[in-house]
Every structure is written in C-alpha cells, then in structure tokens.
Nanobody, 118 residues
Framework: QVQLVESGGGLVQPGGSLRLSCVAS????????MGWYRQAPGKQRELVAA???????NYADSVKGRFAISRDAAKNTVYLQMTSLKAEDTAVYYC????????????WGQGTQVTVSS
C-alpha cells in the first residue's frame, strides 16, 4: 500500500514561514498529481496547491504569491513552502496523491497541524 507522511507543521506567528514535507513510499512520478489540501475547523477541506508529473502547478487564490509547491523525486518528497503566513492559514494540512489512469486511486496522508497565531 502507498503511504504518505507529512511533516513540518507547527506554531508560527503571522508573517512567518513554514515548509511542509510529504514523503511518499514510492516514486512520486507514479502519481498523476500530488498536492496539498487543508481543512480548518468548521470548514470543508480545500485544495491549496497541486503539481502534476509534467510540472504544472495550481494554487488556491488565497495562497497565490505566498505558497509554493515543489518536489524532489530522488527523495520521493513534495514540499509546500509557506511564507507570509496569516491566521486564516491555520488548518490541518494533508498531502494527497492521485492516479487517474485505469482503476485510479487517491491517497491521503495523516495530516500535519499548522497554527498561525500571535
């Protein structure tokens, strides 16, 4: 079974930065898309950023210009660099991986808590 493990969350002041890591148990190019989602208390889970095998990226409007998704295939890792953090960014952040072809499947990590507070 494919496993995704997130790390890097924590408590940070507004304006601060964090880098989240998602380590996959297999080659990340096995997935059509990898991305980061977040879920804040009382809200639906939402897409934050995603990257395809071809390198195309997309971001939620709320994080454009502040967050950047990147990858290191040699380490089976996808990153989310978060800067200029706001209180509204507080959420549990989840790594997601999707295979579209054939039967297809989606996998989720267990999540890492990001809290932005003064």
């Amino acid at each position: 079974q494919v496993q995704l493990v997130e790390s890097g969350g924590g408590l940070v002041q507004p304006g601060g930065s964090l880098r989240l890591s998602c380590v996959a148990s297999i080659n990340i190019y096995s997935f059509d898309t990898m991305g980061w989602y977040r879920q804040a208390p009382g809200k639906q889970r939402e897409l934050v950023a995603a990257i395809t095998t071809a390198g195309s990226t997309n971001y939620a409007d709320s994080v454009k210009g502040r967050f950047a998704i990147s990858r290191d295939a040699a380490k089976n890792t996808v990153y989310l660099q978060m800067t200029s953090l706001k209180a509204e960014d507080t959420a549990v952040y989840y790594c997601n991986a999707v295979v579209v072809a054939g039967p297809g499947y989606s996998r989720w990590g267990q999540g890492t808590q990001v809290t932005v507070s003064s």
